[in-house]
């Protein structure tokens, strides 16, 4: 055989076979593999919208978490505000009833020293009386007298 014709029928059988792989192997070939790679394209798409939605989520947790970190502050605040308010009120309350207390024991202490004065009084005028009775009953004398004055002070 010629070695010519063997190769000319061997690259016919190349192109054949090229041919046929290409008509019909090729495209049940890449068929799957366009399918797979537009799955995978898919699949990274959503991976990719996923981070997106997770880095939105994130954010959005983020600035909730901001806004009530700053809503607890205020509130927190407003509450110390309010115990300040109570606190100088009470004292107020407190200072205005220590104040009434005072005035009503003053008002006590008087009208008691007035009483006590009052019967100070009476008594300084029964003994004054008494008194000058027993030196009328007595004669004037001047020690006797000096005498009897200074029990009497020593009395009041």
Known sequence: MNINLTLIVQMIVFIVLVWF??????????????ER???????LA?????????????DRAEAIVREA???????IDQAQHRANDLVEQAKGTATA??????????QQ???????????LRREV??????????????EID???HADLLSKLATQI
């Open 109 to 119: 202490i008087d009208l008691e020293a007035s009483h006590a004065r009052e019967a």
């Open 69 to 75: 970190r700053e809503r607890a502050t205020q509130i």
């Open 142 to 144: 001047p020690r006797a």
């Open 21 to 34: 792989t290409m008509k019909f192997v090729w495209p049940m070939i890449l068929g799957p593999m366009e």
């Open 37 to 43: 790679a537009k799955k995978i394209a898919a699949g």
């Open 125 to 138: 005028a029964t003994i004054a009386v008494s008194a000058a009775s027993k030196v009328l009953e007595r």
């Open 97 to 106: 009833e220590g104040r009434r207390l005072v005035e009503a024991a003053k």
């Open 46 to 58: 959503a991976a990719e919208k996923g981070r997106e939605e997770l880095a939105q989520a994130r």
